[in-house]
């Protein structure tokens, strides 16, 4: 018993928003959290068989639901699960790629997958890999954000009905009615109200003397694998990083006000010029005017509605 709707991507794209709404939908079981599954290293068939069991302990309901936003843009994601759940679902939102650039490099430094250093240094030390050997990560910043590169991928082994594909701003400006479409492509009713409409969630953290702060817990809270990634280990990894978010949420949020940057126009020229092909591509793939990307990555980064 496998997921038979998966929420791919994109990054700090509101899918966190869309498992939420998942979870508290009577038709729906949903396994919470990132299912890391079918994505090197953790891929093989005791991790299939292990997903299998924990939809058979949960009551059994019309969907089966999983997200992982690392999906989208994993080359050996889609054949894998072709071969496990052909017939599978996928829900995507997409933002603008420049933007979802910007807010992932803050959210990766809060995570300690790279240095705490404004973006105005740092986008060029992504951009050349100078980062590539001490923060491995860094290098999926940019190829992520080839959502038609990595679509395209996808449409080989499955069929176009079976993506439902959302822009980002639209799901901020109008979430309720996002929800409801997101309920009608599953097949479950549409009419339920979701609890996640009214719940806050995780804001990236932009104000540099926070990250700063909130860097000090790094040793306490992660360690490197072989794959660069950095995960939480052990109860006093748990403790100094709950702690930490406590203490950001109460005492230095309200000292350090977290105001979005905007990027430079070189830097946005560079960025666009990196995704131009690319979005170009993507709306003939969807057949949508993606023109406000084009816009917005000219002129800093700016979008409208509230934070999901």
């Not at 050997?133 to 959502?147: A, C, E, F, K």
């Not at 806050?200 to 990634?229: D, H, N, W």
Request: contains cysteine.
């Amino acid at each position: 018993m496998l997921p038979n709707i998966i929420t791919i991507g994109a990054q700090k794209a509101a899918t966190t928003f869309i498992q939420r709404a998942f979870e508290d939908h009577p038709e729906v079981a949903s396994i919470p959290g990132e299912t890391v599954t079918f994505e090197d290293p953790y891929y093989s068939v005791e991790a299939v068989s292990k997903l299998k069991e924990g939809f058979r302990r949960l009551p059994a309901k019309k969907r089966r639901v999983v997200k992982m936003a690392e999906y989208l843009s994993r080359p050996e994601v889609p054949e894998r699960l072709h071969r496990h759940i052909p017939d599978c679902q996928f829900i995507a939102v997409l933002r603008d790629p420049v933007e979802r650039f910007l807010s992932a490099y803050y959210h990766m430094i809060r995570y300690g997958a790279l240095p705490v250093v404004h973006h105005s240094e740092g986008i060029p030390m992504v951009m050349s890999g100078e980062w590539a050997r001490d923060y491995p990560l860094s290098q999926q910043l940019l190829p992520y954000g080839r959502y038609g590169e990595h679509l395209k991928r996808y449409f080989r082994y499955f069929e176009r009905e079976q993506f439902l594909c959302l822009l980002h701003h639209e799901v901020a400006l109008d979430s309720e009615a996002a929800t409801r479409q997101i309920y009608r492509f599953a097949g479950i009713d549409e009419s339920h109200k979701t609890a996640s409409l009214a719940r806050r969630s995780q804001a990236v953290v932009y104000s540099m003397p926070r990250l700063k702060i909130l860097a000090l817990r790094g040793p306490f809270c992660f360690r490197k694998t072989t794959e660069g990634k950095r995960l939480r280990t052990g109860w006093i990894g748990k403790a100094a990083w709950y702690g930490g978010e406590a203490f950001d949420r109460w005492v230095m949020e309200k000292v350090w006000k977290n105001k979005r940057p905007v990027l430079s126009d070189d830097h946005a020229k560079l960025l666009y010029e990196y995704y131009a092909a690319d979005i170009d591509e993507l709306e003939v793939l969807l057949s949508t005017n993606l023109g406000s990307w084009k816009h917005s990555a000219r002129g800093g980064v700016a979008t409208p509605g509230r934070r999901i």
